[in-house]
């Protein structure tokens, strides 16, 4: 599995970006991790903890995520998805890998397993990858809303890494091309192709910008991919919200991401 003596961190070159990566090293089952839309590896301590030296931990910051990591004239979905490759070929990895994602990077680990189901040793979605139609006109119009009045309060922690360094409206795009990516005819078929055992995490209750049962109609929405799918199961719904998932319940998506090394033939 293309093992590291040591752990290693600095930047590495993508498309007209650099991406902050770290990479524990070691010869543990290689586990590459995908942030959430504006969100940083540090969401990922608990989990990279729980898991501990028996996994190779690939953590990196998206564009124009976190403190290092640079701007870019690309921040699509499709050029989330190829980061995960070139973070892998920059760290030397060329064996199967489990993928692990949280919200919007459980979208980019979904279709990363579900395209490379010969490198993939398994994918674990956390409280995100639901096909649900979502994303109507409204909808647009409460994004933009929301991104537009945050902007002040994202720009003076900026600095901090704590807020990506993207506009209101490039947020409010990004968020949108979620919402189609969402759609059950666009990320369906998606799920629908994963091969490799895949095993969900799923939170309770709202999230930040969601009203009432929204977030749980989403998750429903994941019933009859299962049903479809024997590759697919969910791994456990858990008390906290999506937005604390990481934080409160991280040893329940440690489980899954150890379970799916198992079934994925990476650990007895």
Known sequence: MNALETAWSGLVPVDDTALYVTDTGGDGVPVVYCNGQFATIGYWKHVVEELGSGFRHINFDERARGKHSQRSSDYSFEACVRDVDAVLEARGVTGPVLVVGWSYGAFVAAHWASRNPERCIGAVPVDGAQPHDWLDDAMEIRIRK???????????????????????????????????????????????????????????????????????????????????????????????????????????????VREVAVLGGATE
């Open 146 to 256: 929301l991104f537009k009045r945050l902007s002040p309060v994202t720009a003076i922690l900026r600095p901090t890494g704590l807020t990506p360094k993207l506009s209101a409206a490039q947020q409010a795009e990004c968020n949108i091309e979620l919402g189609r990516i969402s759609l059950e005819r666009n990320l369906g078929p998606v799920l629908d192709a994963i091969t490799v055992p895949t095993r969900y995490v799923l939170a309770s209750g709202a999230s930040f910008g969601s009203k009432g049962d929204e977030q749980e109609q989403i998750r429903a929405s994941l019933d009859k991919v299962v049903e479809r799918n024997p590759n697919i199961e969910v791994f456990a719904k858990v008390a906290s919200n999506h937005d604390l998932i990481l934080k409160k319940d991280f040893a329940s998506v440690a489980d899954a």
